[in-house]
């Protein structure tokens, strides 16, 4: 039998490949967000609101996902939950015919992945102990991170060479249906990923409270939040909001 730091080490590769391709797939999307709501004839206002709630969101949430899986113990069921609407809502962005409905299906790709990362977590950091320490399990944002940079770098080839948004968010349909695979597995091979933790009687959480320098950090970290400019924004292309030129970019040429 495969002995536990095996198994554990397995399920992080795992975890981290099925990272690589929603990266690849989520922010594939972001990278041409902007330009596709700009030919939608959304306003540059449009995009900043837009893209500042769904990071909201996407970050508030987890606060409500962490607490239900945390209650319920459904980690798998939550995670699941939260990947399908993600891979799902960022292929649809194909079928947009306007602005309204783009964003809807933006923001809605965060709440999934405000869904799903909590739980997913927790499952990861019982690998993690297994392993050795926390920060071994957490290494799986390598492979998250080269997936972050895939995804705009393939689309950018898409736009070159087909000039066409519909054919690029289309085509994130592939590496959104390898996450979902890749989901499948892992929930079929590891349906108990706590198992993956040795068990130690003499563990006690003990609360002592949150140090000052938490709060510092909190404040400083809320700085930059409110001076940060989501990429949508950044790649808005206001030369769109001329009429004769949005009339020569459509989202289909």
């Not at 959304?42 to 987890?62: N, T």
């Not at 990947?83 to 960022?90: D, R, T």
Request: aromatic share 10%; net charge positive; with cysteine.
């Amino acid at each position: 039998m495969i002995d536990k730091k095996k198994r554990a080490l397995r399920f992080v590769l795992l975890v981290g490949v099925m990272s690589l391709f929603a990266d690849f797939t989520y922010e594939g999307a972001r990278g041409i967000a902007g330009p596709l709501l700009a030919a939608l004839g959304a306003s540059g206002a449009v995009v900043g609101i837009a893209s500042g709630l769904g990071e909201f969101l996407g970050y508030a949430l987890r606060i409500v996902s962490g607490r239900l899986a945390d209650k319920t113990r459904q980690f798998w069921p939550i995670t699941i939950a939260g990947y399908i609407v993600q891979m799902c809502a960022v292929p649809l962005l194909a079928l947009a015919g306007s602005w309204p409905m783009a964003t809807g299906l933006l923001i809605l790709e965060r709440i999934g992945k405000a869904t799903r990362n909590p739980p997913r977590d927790v499952m990861l950091s019982h690998a993690g102990k297994e392993m050795g320490g926390y920060g071994w399990a957490f290494g799986h944002e390598a492979l998250d991170q080269f997936g972050a940079l895939l995804g705009p770098l393939a689309m950018a080839g898409i736009l070159a060479l087909r000039h066409d948004y519909r054919l690029a968010f289309a085509a994130l349909a592939i590496p959104a249906a390898i996450t979902l695979a890749l989901l499948v597995a892992a929930r079929v091979l590891y349906p108990r990923p706590e198992e993956l933790e040795a068990k130690h009687e003499d563990e006690r959480l003990e609360g002592k409270g949150v140090p000052r320098r938490f709060w510092i950090y909190l404040v400083g970290a809320g700085f930059a939040a409110a001076g940060f400019a989501d990429f949508p924004l950044i790649a808005y292309p206001s030369w769109l909001q001329i009429p004769s030129a949005r009339g020569r970019c459509k989202t289909d040429t």
